[in-house]
């Protein structure tokens, strides 16, 4: 094999080599990317479950507070 076929595919490997780690990078990045959208999405469903625990906790304690009213008339 001489110096210039050999140089081609050295050339060959070294291009096949950045590609397999750039397509590995990208599939990297892309797999953080979707993670992060999950955890977006858990964070936002803990907000709203939250939010409706404190609606209803606000709603069981007004319902309480007007049945001791309630019972105090009586």
């Known amino acids: 094999m001489n110096p210039q076929e050999q140089a081609r595919q050295l050339a060959a490997k070294q291009r096949q080599h950045d590609r397999h780690q750039q397509e590995s990078m990208l599939g990297r990045a892309e797999s ?34 007007s049945r001791a009213e309630s019972e105090e008339i009586h």
């Open 32 to 65: 953080e990317l979707e993670s992060e959208k999950g955890d977006r999405q858990v964070d936002a469903s803990a907000r709203e479950l939250g939010a409706k625990q404190r609606q209803q906790d606000a709603q069981r304690q007004e319902s309480m507070l």
